[in-house]
């Protein structure tokens, strides 16, 4: 019934026809909020990607198959922007967010994304327009931002430039480059979170907490969503430098609101004024 209403609502656009299969096949719960009309939102841009990431869950290469099927076309600014539209009409507390599981990077769609988010914008004056990105397009974010967009969630598997390339195995961009996007949405009072992709020896070796925690406190990280990498141990352990031994992922959790107080850990993105609100479980405190 959910599906059959939002058809009537948005007659031909390819991007709800897309979530139809999110929604129904993969069972991702961002994709049937949109039909649900409730909470987070998701709005997939982009067929193309400028990383190639050890453990994407849209493209992957060799014999095994990929567990989503990637957007196969690039959605206008007007798809875009009235998909969002929809959905934040039904009150508050919708919010809509840019970069699924289903597609690439959000921040290769530059113009598109920049015009569809001021129309979102226009449309919606309070609305928390969100963007999950792996921070490789600074310059893209920051017109992003202008245009009204104001929380974004950055992708951290290793803050440790070796780790770093050899999971991300990055076009065109490093470290410095996800460092500037946190900064373009803290500088402009945006909400920053990380998307933490935690595996047991590298998210808790000292090194990579150190990183960790100097990150969250240069840049204000408001919350770190700890996400368990799904994806064959030893296999990835062939593939990426080894760092030194962990001290074990309940001492990294410990260290990280011991050193960050006033850090939210979580494991979904909230809309931007509820995440000032926080309830008391969702503090580190």
């Known amino acids: 019934a959910a599906i059959r209403a939002a058809r009537r609502a948005l007659p031909g656009n390819r991007l709800l026809q897309q979530l139809e299969t999110c929604a129904t096949d993969y069972r991702c719960l961002t994709a049937q909020n949109v039909f649900l009309r409730r909470g987070e939102g998701a709005i997939p841009v982009s ?26 076309f690039a959605p206008t600014a007007a798809e875009i922007a009235e998909l969002a539209a929809w959905h934040l009409s039904a009150g508050d507390p919708n919010f809509v967010s840019y970069g699924q599981g289903c597609e690439g990077e959000p921040l290769t769609r530059g113009a598109a994304l920049v015009d569809a988010t001021r129309r ?45 390339r050899a999971y991300y195995r990055p076009v065109g961009y490093g470290l410095d480059q996800v460092a500037e996007c946190a900064g373009v949405v803290a500088a402009a009072g945006g909400q920053v979170t990380i998307n ?17 925690v100097g990150f969250i406190l240069r840049h204000g990280v408001h919350q770190v969503q700890l996400r368990s990498l799904n994806v064959d141990p030893q296999w990835l ?10 001290i074990g992922m309940r001492k990294f959790v410990r260290q990280l609101t011991e050193r960050c107080p006033d850090l939210q850990l979580g494991n979904f993105t909230r809309p931007w004024p509820a995440i000032q609100r926080q309830p008391a479980w969702a503090s580190s405190k």
Request: aromatic share 4%.
């Open 196 to 212: 933490l992709l935690t595996f047991p020896g590298v998210s808790d070796a000292p090194q990579e907490i150190d990183a960790l």
């Open 120 to 164: 979102i914008r226009a449309a919606a004056p309070m609305a928390t327009i969100h963007v999950n990105t792996n921070g490789s397009r600074p310059d893209v974010l920051q017109r992003l931002v202008d245009a009204g967009l104001n929380s974004v969630r950055i992708s951290v598997f290793s803050l440790e430039d070796s780790r770093f």
């Open 237 to 246: 352990l062939d593939r990426i430098p080894q760092p030194t031994r962990g």
């Open 47 to 72: 067929p193309a990607c400028n990383a190639a990431c050890l453990g994407c869950i849209s493209e992957q290469w060799g014999d095994v198959d990929s567990p989503q099927t990637r957007l196969d």
